[in-house]
């Protein structure tokens, strides 16, 4: 007998809120099936806000209240069964995110987790890797997000370590990330990848998506580094406008793209890394897929 449950995810980050819906497909001793049906992102920079003033803005809390309205309306006409919203590196440094939580509950009826950088980790070393790559190989995992990045080492489909950094998109764009915190990354990469002879990357997030999308590659097939850099010194020849207009970038992925890359790219040289995959997986599909674990407990 087959049986469909709709889940939604709402990943409220640092450069973009999202709303994931996923068809959840059950067939009685099958392993399950899940199907994304729509992903809708609405650029609100919360980022450009807390990271400098360490609030959420007023003009920005109105547009998170409109954003989870027009979400909630998006998830009753889907039918959704379940749904988790999170709010990751903005809303947990932001001094009144703890109220804006508040106030989004009751002007939405979205309850929304503020989660830490750890569990942020966890949530999508969730996502099923092993369905879309090699689980005898090793992977350093880099999810690249406005405020911070997040790194998982999976080693034969196991994971070995895992770690957030504030090493964000729009932290760099804002000039705020010290030359401390690329050692920080810096060394925690090289230690923990220093006893593994061929590593390969995996890069989940929007601008990895984005150049993914552009470089024509074929689902499954590896980004190079040679691509990688070389796509970045493109990147840094164009001016914003240029790269909106000559890349047809959106405007929110013109700016964050750059410093994107040059993560991606310190990570493939301090891992030793000279390819990335992308599957077009992150926190999202994390999200729906704890959904879908904690149907069964309890």
């Known amino acids: 007998m087959l049986t469909i449950e709709k889940y939604a995810a709402i990943d409220i980050g640092s450069n973009a809120i999202r709303l994931l819906i996923n068809s959840v497909h059950e067939h009685q001793d099958k392993p399950p099936r899940f199907k994304k049906t729509s992903l809708v992102r609405v650029p609100i920079r919360l980022g450009a806000d807390v990271f400098v003033t360490k609030k959420v803005s007023d003009e920005n809390i109105a547009r998170l209240i409109d954003t989870m309205q027009a979400y909630q309306l998006l998830m009753k006409t889907h039918k959704i069964t379940r749904y988790k919203a999170c709010a990751t590196s903005a809303m947990r440094e932001a001094t009144n995110g703890a109220e804006v939580v508040q106030l989004i509950k009751e002007k ?8 830490d950088g750890k569990n942020e980790a966890a949530i999508i070393a969730l996502t099923d890797l092993h369905e879309l790559i090699n689980s005898d190989t090793t992977y350093l995992y880099v999810d690249v997000g406005g405020g911070s990045t997040e790194f998982t080492l999976y080693d034969h ?21 010290g030359d401390e915190t690329w050692k920080e990354v810096e060394t925690w990469i090289k230690s923990q990848t220093a006893t593994y002879d061929d590593i390969s990357l995996i890069g989940s997030g929007g601008n990895i998506n984005n ?8 689902i499954g097939k590896p980004l190079t580094y040679l691509y990688l850099s070389s796509y970045f010194k493109l990147l840094n020849s164009y001016t914003y406008e240029e790269r909106i207009w000559e890349l047809n970038l959106n405007q929110d992925r013109a700016d964050v793209i ?5 993560i991606y790219l310190s990570a493939m040289k301090w891992s030793g890394a000279s390819k990335i995959f992308v599957p077009k997986i992150g926190l999202a599909d994390g ?12």
Not at 161 to 174: D, I, Q
Not at 211 to 216: A, E, N, Q, V
């Open 258 to 262: 750059i410093p994107a890359t040059k």
């Open 211 to 218: 150049i993914f999308k552009t470089s024509g590659k074929k």
């Open 157 to 177: 489909g196991k994971t070995i370590a895992s770690k957030s950094f504030k090493l964000g998109t729009v932290r760099l764009l804002n000039e705020l990330v």
């Open 287 to 298: 999200i729906i897929k704890s959904l879908y674990n904690n149907k069964f407990k309890g």
């Open 108 to 115: 939405t009826g979205i309850e929304i987790d503020i989660i």
